[in-house]
Each structure stands twice: as C-alpha cells, then as structure tokens.
C-alpha cells in the first residue's frame, strides 16, 4: 500500500484480512491518517508493516507486479 492517508490505511485493514502481510509504505515521518485508523494499524503489527520516510521509485512486472523498488528519503 502507498501512501499513508486515512484512505491509504482503510485499504490496509481491509488487505489485511486476505494476506499474510501488508506493507504500507509513505514519504512522510508520520502516519496522515486519522487516530482511528492509525490506532488499528498499531493493533496489527505482525500483519501491516509500517514504512516511514520512503517512495516507491518503480514498479516492476509485465503481467502483474513481481517487484517495488523503494528510496528512503
């Protein structure tokens, strides 16, 4: 998931009901979600992994994404 919105955090929760684990990856220091969302996303530390400070540089795959590249800012 990119970026770190509280839409951006409604779809993480929601992801993360299907799979194993949820990569929530966004450019700024701190979540902009709303407390609700942020305090949900706290609660699921072994399936939504939260990644501060970076941007995703490229997507990779032709029929479908078999790699991000990511930059720490």
Known sequence: ???????????????SRFA???????????LQAVMTFKEKLLQKPDTIRLVANT?????????????VQVRNR
Not at 20 to 30: G, N
Not at 56 to 65: D, L, Q, S, T
């Open 20 to 30: 194993r684990t949820v990569v929530m990856v966004y450019p700024q220091s701190e």
């Open 55 to 67: 941007v995703v540089e490229e997507i990779v795959g032709e029929a479908g994404v078999t790699a």
């Open 1 to 15: 998931m990119v970026g770190g919105t509280s839409e951006a955090a409604e779809s993480a929760l929601y992801l």
